[in-house]
């Protein structure tokens, strides 16, 4: 029992991301916790967890990034076997909140994968969620259980006013950015564009407009997550044709699925800037143009102020 009265607090890690989360656990100087993961020949996940857990205050902390589905189904039964193990509580640590896109009914006999997710989650034993940037803010309505909601706008924005970049303006991708993207206009003293893009099919966009003047500016474009990259790379071309001298992006999460890798060695974008909420793969954790920033620190000071019942919105006061 620790001096606040409430209990010990334990932190276990799935396979999604475990560099992350021996980070996290530096930070809040506790040891990750033991477990064993395996899968059996046909696939299927075997967790046992190597810790008393009784009356413990625990944290899972697992991306469910790419294989998305393994992943999930992964935490889902690390949650299961702890709320077997008489955990007190259990906060599952979602840096990366996948199925996240579909968060609405956009046509018909389709479904909200985003609220099932958060019906799987309570299901299995969850009595708080511990998550950054998600797609849509609505989610966290999908939850009847409390969930924390974290940014990672400061790891970003201090990054970049490091550059010190001359005439910056902040782009937002898409009509849907705006909000994000004024937010960091606002933080880094830098004026706003938008892009027009109309999507045709899912992971194919088209850049159409630009509202605003980019003209021998800097570009910095925002948001939340960059998957293919096809937005990313026709929000490029488009600015440098309208004549910015140099184009940047930055992202919480860096999704960076299929194509992504090629279309950004190859394109005329001058770097991108990440977060490690997803481990980078197909070799662009070595790419001179992508730059990954730290969200342990973030994530452990939330979790230390979750174990002691105090503010975690005062984290961005």
Same mark, same amino acid.
């Given at each position: 029992? =620790?001096?606040?009265?409430?209990?010990?607090?334990?932190?276990?890690?799935?396979?999604?991301?475990?560099?992350?989360?021996?980070?996290?656990?530096?930070?809040?100087?506790?040891?990750?916790?033991?477990?064993?993961?395996?899968?059996?020949?046909?696939?299927?996940?075997?967790?046992?967890?190597?810790?008393?857990?009784?009356?413990?205050?625990?944290?899972?902390?697992?991306?469910?990034?790419?294989?998305?589905?393994?992943?999930?189904?992964?935490?889902?039964?690390?949650?299961?076997?702890?709320?077997?193990?008489?955990?007190?509580?259990?906060?599952?640590?979602?840096?990366?909140?996948?199925?996240?896109?579909?968060?609405?009914?956009?046509?018909?006999?389709?479904?909200?994968?985003?609220?099932?997710?958060? =019906?799987?989650?309570?299901?299995?034993?969850?009595?708080?969620?511990?998550?950054?940037?998600? &797609?849509?803010?609505?989610?966290?309505?999908?939850?009847?259980?409390?969930?924390? &909601?974290?940014?990672?706008?400061?790891?970003?924005?201090?990054?970049?006013?490091?550059?010190?970049?001359?005439?910056?303006?902040?782009?937002?991708?898409?009509?849907?950015?705006?909000?994000?993207?004024?937010?960091?206009?606002?933080?880094?003293?830098?004026?706003?564009?938008?892009?027009?893009?109309?999507?045709?099919?899912?992971?194919?966009?088209?850049?159409?407009?630009?509202?605003? =003047?980019?003209?021998?500016?800097?570009?910095?474009?925002?948001? =939340?997550?960059?998957?293919?990259?096809?937005?990313?790379?026709?929000?490029?071309?488009?600015?440098?044709?309208?004549?910015?001298?140099?184009? &940047?992006?930055?992202?919480?999460?860096?999704?960076?699925?299929?194509?992504?890798?090629?279309?950004?060695?190859?394109?005329?974008?001058?770097?991108?800037?990440?977060?490690?909420?997803?481990?980078?793969?197909?070799?662009?954790?070595?790419?001179?143009?992508?730059?990954?920033?730290?969200?342990?620190?973030?994530?452990?000071?939330?979790?230390?102020?979750? &174990?002691?019942?105090?503010?975690?919105?005062?984290?961005?006061?």
């Amino acid at each position: 029992m =620790d001096k606040n009265g409430n209990g010990k607090v334990l932190v276990f890690s799935g396979r999604a991301n475990p560099q992350l989360a021996e980070d996290i656990c530096r930070y809040m100087n506790v040891e990750l916790g033991r477990t064993v993961i395996k899968d059996f020949s046909d696939k299927e996940i075997y967790v046992k967890i190597e810790e008393n857990v009784r009356g413990g205050d625990v944290f899972v902390i697992q991306s469910t990034c790419y294989p998305g589905n393994t992943n999930l189904m992964e935490m889902l039964i690390m949650i299961d076997a702890l709320r077997r193990s008489s955990a007190k509580r259990i906060t599952a640590v979602l840096p990366y909140y996948g199925y996240a896109r579909q968060d609405r009914k956009c046509e018909p006999r389709v479904p909200i994968t985003s609220k099932l997710v958060a =019906d799987l989650l309570q299901t299995a034993g969850t009595d708080r969620v511990l998550t950054v940037d998600l &797609h849509a803010g609505q989610i966290q309505g999908f939850f009847n259980i409390p969930v924390d &909601h974290l940014f990672a706008m400061n790891v970003l924005i201090q990054y970049i006013k490091s550059l010190n970049l001359p005439n910056l303006i902040v782009i937002s991708p898409d009509a849907g950015g705006v909000e994000r993207a004024r937010a960091f206009a606002k933080r880094l003293g830098a004026s706003l564009a938008i892009i027009d893009k109309r999507r045709e099919v899912a992971n194919v966009a088209k850049a159409m407009n630009i509202i605003g =003047d980019v003209k021998d500016k800097v570009a910095f474009i925002v948001d =939340d997550m960059i998957d293919t990259a096809g937005t990313l790379m026709e929000a490029t071309d488009a600015l440098l044709a309208a004549g910015a001298r140099e184009v &940047h992006a930055c992202c919480t999460h860096p999704v960076l699925s299929g194509p992504a890798a090629d279309r950004i060695t190859q394109s005329p974008i001058d770097s991108v800037v990440a977060t490690n909420t997803i481990p980078l793969h197909n070799g662009l954790e070595k790419n001179p143009k992508v730059k990954i920033l730290s969200v342990a620190p973030l994530l452990g000071e939330a979790i230390l102020r979750i &174990h002691r019942e105090t503010s975690v919105s005062s984290l961005f006061d």
